[in-house]
């Protein structure tokens, strides 16, 4: 019943409270701008994430209050790095931060978690536990800030992994980071019915950063479920295997063509996906089948096979190997234009904007001929108010 508390809370508190934070983004001018790298057309509030965090975090404490759990150090540190997180993306959103500082900030939130129990579990010297949980969490959030591309994909993502986290919470009796994953899960979801395409209000560097930073903390404890050695090391990566391939596709892609890491893009798994002929809906539904499955998987092993190591390296490596061809197929799909250069073709369904494609497009490494460009797009201002244009976000 307490689960089922925290769950409905969590959900009920963001559902009323995202439309007066969207109101307040709107009256603040905390807009995302439509620009040649994003897929919306007019100016979109930001702040989601705030709602989101408020509503996760109000459903945690009470339900932890309910069943009067004391407030532990880690618990302190956890909420403590995870406010951060959230000052930290609020100023990104606002006045933009460079990557360096940015980084500084996501390593010292992830460091005061880590210090307050973050590594308790991890089956590796105490040093290199560390340094291995902060690279994951400092890693985790960047990928769910690079997953904040297209509507619906981050909050869907993070609603299904802390799901799959508070499965195997509750499978080995694990009560507190239950109530907190399931209230994150409702937290995450119920932002869907104002997120999903088309969405009205978007999740912003402060909500992608904090839901980054959550899954990552949260999947550490998963890490003490398993029985140790390799496979307690495999759990939370096989769970989270989408954002990582994200991750790794977009940083691969951007290398290979001499790219700032940093500078933005379409480019990612979602605009690749999405221009194969798919909506933002179907691309999004896509996704989270993917991201269901590796999630189902790796919590089926946790709970079932934890005394198999051999047997999960080896659904690991099958499961990685699936990924790498899904990704090797999504480098050849042409997405991003030449810096400077409005994309070639403009879809207002939602559909990610991609350059002109041929029909040989669905076969690997086939050659493509060079097609004439269209001329870019003309920004044409609707009104002064709403600014809407035909760039892409």
Same mark, same amino acid.
């Given at each position: 019943?307490?689960?089922?508390?925290?769950? =409905?809370?969590?959900?009920?508190?963001?559902?009323?409270?995202?439309?007066?934070?969207?109101?307040?983004?709107?009256? @603040?001018?905390?807009?995302?701008?439509?620009?040649?790298?994003?897929?919306?057309?007019?100016?979109?509030?930001?702040?989601?994430?705030?709602?989101?965090?408020?509503?996760?975090?109000?459903?945690? +404490?009470?339900?932890?209050?309910?069943?009067?759990?004391?407030?532990?150090?880690?618990?302190? %540190?956890?909420?403590?790095? =995870?406010?951060?997180?959230?000052?930290?993306?609020?100023?990104?959103?606002?006045?933009?931060?460079? *990557?360096?500082?940015? $980084?500084?900030?996501?390593?010292?939130?992830?460091?005061?978690? @880590?210090?307050?129990?973050?590594?308790?579990?991890?089956?590796? *010297?105490?040093?290199?536990?560390?340094?291995?949980?902060?690279?994951?969490?400092?890693?985790?959030?960047?990928?769910?800030?690079?997953?904040?591309?297209?509507?619906?994909?981050?909050?869907?993502?993070?609603?299904?992994?802390?799901?799959?986290?508070?499965?195997? &919470?509750?499978?080995? =009796?694990?009560?507190?980071?239950?109530?907190?994953?399931? +209230?994150?899960?409702?937290?995450?979801?119920? $932002?869907?019915?104002?997120?999903? #395409?088309?969405?009205?209000?978007?999740?912003? !560097?402060?909500?992608?950063?904090?839901?980054?930073?959550?899954?990552?903390?949260?999947?550490?404890?998963?890490?003490?479920?398993?029985?140790?050695?390799?496979?307690?090391?495999?759990?939370?990566?096989?769970?989270?295997?989408?954002?990582?391939? !994200?991750?790794?596709?977009?940083?691969?892609?951007?290398?290979?063509?001499?790219? !700032?890491?940093?500078?933005? /893009?379409?480019?990612?798994?979602?605009?690749?996906?999405?221009?194969? =002929? @798919?909506?933002?809906?179907?691309?999004?539904?896509?996704?989270?089948?993917?991201?269901?499955?590796?999630?189902?998987? #790796?919590?089926?092993?946790?709970?079932?096979?934890?005394?198999?190591?051999?047997?999960?390296?080896?659904?690991?490596?099958? &499961?990685?190997?699936?990924?790498?061809?899904?990704?090797?197929?999504?480098?050849?799909?042409?997405?991003? +234009?030449?810096? /400077?250069?409005? *994309?070639?073709?403009? #879809?207002?369904? %939602?559909?990610?904007?991609?350059?002109?494609?041929?029909? !040989?497009?669905?076969?690997?490494? @086939?050659?493509?001929?060079?097609?004439?460009?269209?001329? *870019?797009?003309?920004?044409?201002?609707?009104?002064?108010?709403?600014?809407?244009?035909?760039?892409?976000?």
């Amino acid at each position: 019943m307490i689960f089922l508390c925290a769950f =409905g809370l969590s959900l009920l508190a963001v559902l009323a409270l995202t439309p007066a934070v969207r109101s307040l983004a709107k009256r @603040l001018r905390f807009l995302d701008y439509p620009n040649k790298n994003k897929v919306h057309l007019s100016p979109t509030p930001l702040m989601g994430g705030i709602a989101v965090a408020l509503a996760s975090l109000a459903a945690s +404490a009470a339900a932890l209050a309910l069943i009067r759990c004391p407030y532990s150090a880690r618990l302190v %540190g956890f909420m403590s790095g =995870g406010l951060m997180v959230i000052v930290l993306g609020l100023a990104d959103d606002a006045n933009g931060m460079r *990557p360096r500082s940015k $980084f500084v900030g996501q390593t010292v939130a992830a460091t005061v978690m @880590l210090l307050s129990g973050g590594i308790d579990g991890i089956p590796l *010297p105490a040093p290199l536990a560390f340094v291995l949980a902060l690279f994951w969490m400092v890693g985790l959030m960047n990928a769910f800030n690079f997953l904040d591309n297209m509507d619906g994909i981050t909050a869907g993502l993070a609603g299904i992994a802390t799901l799959g986290i508070f499965v195997l &919470a509750v499978g080995h =009796g694990h009560t507190n980071t239950a109530i907190a994953a399931i +209230a994150v899960a409702g937290g995450a979801l119920g $932002f869907l019915w104002y997120n999903f #395409a088309p969405a009205s209000i978007f999740l912003g !560097d402060a909500g992608s950063l904090f839901l980054g930073y959550v899954v990552g903390g949260l999947s550490l404890r998963a890490v003490a479920y398993a029985e140790g050695g390799v496979s307690a090391l495999v759990i939370p990566v096989l769970m989270l295997g989408y954002p990582i391939f !994200d991750a790794v596709l977009v940083t691969t892609s951007r290398f290979s063509e001499g790219r !700032d890491l940093a500078q933005g /893009g379409r480019d990612h798994s979602s605009h690749r996906i999405a221009c194969l =002929g @798919l909506s933002s809906k179907q691309t999004a539904t896509v996704i989270y089948v993917i991201s269901g499955f590796l999630t189902a998987v #790796a919590v089926y092993l946790s709970l079932f096979q934890s005394g198999r190591p051999l047997f999960i390296v080896l659904v690991a490596v099958a &499961a990685a190997s699936g990924m790498a061809l899904l990704g090797i197929r999504l480098f050849h799909v042409p997405v991003a +234009a030449a810096p /400077g250069e409005a *994309p070639a073709t403009l #879809a207002r369904s %939602g559909t990610a904007l991609c350059e002109p494609q041929e029909d !040989d497009l669905l076969v690997l490494n @086939l050659p493509r001929t060079t097609r004439p460009q269209a001329p *870019p797009a003309e920004v044409v201002p609707v009104d002064s108010s709403s600014r809407e244009t035909v760039k892409t976000r």
